[in-house]
């Protein structure tokens, strides 16, 4: 039984990708329109200039994506993406903090480009007979119907020129900034959502690197992280699909990782650890360096709002967009689609199942999203350079995060319970348990002393 005769998803990323599988078998036809022709091959493209940098992919973003399109992971791993488990050929370097040994955790991480995903899910969803895919279309808005209170169709421009309109029951904005929500919202005489935004000013460069057999590094993923309140300097070196790796710089304010090759490596010197660069100093760059700008996070609060339209949803970057650093943004987006899924299956016997959707995804999502932006806010709010306003017990948080990094480097639980949190497959209040908050102290303690008897 479905719910309605056809959905339209505004745009093809992770998020739209993922929403138009979650109505699959709720409506009669689903029609995805994306401003980019998009490419027959795993691809980066214009209209998600990201793409060309490291898309890390939590453990809870894949078990998500593995709910919505049955087998997700196997399907990626088979077009090339490599995985490994998260305690395995995976160095985190922190400042001043030692990392956790190499230990099988139980956890397997997946490593490709984030144009292997999107081409994966495309590839899931273009054989589907509800699923229709029009690339090359820009939306240019969305019409009312003649009381103001619900979304009746979309409006959009093929790359002749062409204007044309297609009626809908339910309109998913995942354009990532969401203006067709906003100018929905504007023309129907509608207030803005309250929203936070929190200035964080992140400046990336990402080159792809190869290396000759006998130089490839011993990690798969090797991130040396910043050294805050004053060093802002970070690395990455990720693996693809090819075989090549992303090697990726980010630094905030003012300091911006360079665009060309001999320049990256000289910065590459000037993290916390020379390791990124004692294994980069081997490699031969390929193709261009692309820079990216991440100015803030920001997170509209759509679950306060009052009077929305019946029949429009914004999901994935179009609520919330997290620092892009802790790898959280398409798990975001791709939890929000599952729980859409939820919902609609259990409203199909509702005499209006479209009344309220909205507002009942918001319900289910916030919890999700207080977590990611609480694991992406707290670190970012330890830098000079954030704009935002620090809880009260930030002091306090922060210790309680370094002695976690401590307690994990001696003791494999919590090393594997810190991963879960981090990836999203559980959520922070497990680390706040009682039992696990004086067994993190504890531990805490007895890696000091032991450091401490080993210095002396
Ligand atoms: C530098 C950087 C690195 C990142 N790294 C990670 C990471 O490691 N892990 C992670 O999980 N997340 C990461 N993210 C975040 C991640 O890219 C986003 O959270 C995720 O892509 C959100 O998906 P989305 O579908 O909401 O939006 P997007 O992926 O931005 O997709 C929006 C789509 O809508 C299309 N579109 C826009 N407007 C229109 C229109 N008018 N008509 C038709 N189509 C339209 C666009 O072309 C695009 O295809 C990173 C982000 C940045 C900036």
Request: charged share 25%; proline share 6%; aromatic share 8%.
């Amino acid at each position: 039984m479905v719910i309605g005769k056809r959905a339209v998803v505004i745009g093809a990323g992770v998020g739209g990708l993922a929403a138009a599988q979650a109505l699959v078998g709720s409506f009669e036809q689903i029609v995805l329109i994306e401003r980019d022709v998009l490419p027959t091959q795993a691809d980066a493209r214009a209209g998600v200039p990201q793409g060309r940098h490291p898309h890390g992919l939590l453990p809870g973003c894949v078990e998500a994506l593995d709910t919505l399109f049955d087998g997700f992971s196997t399907k990626l791993c088979d077009a090339g993406a490599k995985v490994s488990d998260f305690g395995q050929k995976l160095l985190l370097e922190f400042s001043a903090q030692a990392a956790p040994p190499e230990r099988r955790l139980g956890i397997p991480v997946i490593k490709c480009s984030r144009g292997l995903i999107e081409w994966v899910a495309r590839r899931e969803l273009q054989p589907q007979k509800s699923i229709a895919i029009l690339d090359g279309r820009r939306v240019t808005g969305m019409v009312a119907t003649p009381d103001g209170n619900a979304v009746a169709a979309v409006r959009y421009e093929t790359q002749a020129g062409a204007q044309e309109t297609i009626a809908a029951d339910l309109v998913i904005d995942a354009s990532g900034r969401g203006e067709p929500t906003l100018d929905f919202l504007r023309a129907t005489g509608r207030a803005a959502p309250e929203e936070t935004a929190m200035r964080i000013d992140m400046n990336y460069s990402t080159a792809i690197v190869e290396f000759a057999p006998q130089n490839r590094p011993a990690y798969d993923v090797l991130r040396t992280m910043p050294a805050p309140p004053g060093n802002t300097r970070q690395g990455l070196l990720l693996i693809r699909e090819d075989d090549r790796f992303f090697a990726a710089f980010g630094a905030r304010g003012n300091d911006a990782p360079p665009s060309e090759w001999p320049e990256l490596l000289e910065f590459s010197k000037a993290l916390q650890t020379t390791t990124i660069y004692d294994v980069l100093m081997h490699a031969k760059p390929y193709g261009k360096i692309y820079r990216h700008k991440f100015p803030e996070n920001r997170r509209r609060y759509f679950e306060r709002y009052t009077g929305w339209p019946r029949g429009l949803i914004a999901l994935g970057d179009a609520i919330c967009r997290f620092n892009p650093v802790y790898g959280q943004g398409m798990a975001a987006a791709a939890k929000e689609a599952l729980l859409l899924r939820d919902l609609l299956s259990s409203r199909k016997s509702a005499a209006q199942p479209l009344d309220g959707l909205f507002e009942a995804l918001m319900k289910a999502a916030s919890p999700v999203l207080d977590n990611i932006w609480m694991l992406a806010a707290m670190p970012d709010l330890a830098f000079r350079e954030t704009h935002g306003v620090r809880p009260e017990n930030f002091d306090e948080a922060m210790k309680f995060n370094a002695m976690m990094q401590r307690a994990a480097c001696v003791d494999a639980d919590i090393h594997k319970l810190v991963v879960e949190v981090m990836s999203l497959l559980k959520p922070g209040s497990a680390l706040k348990e009682e039992h696990v908050v004086e067994k993190i102290k504890r531990l805490a303690t007895q890696f000091d002393a032991a450091k401490d008897s080993l210095e002396a």
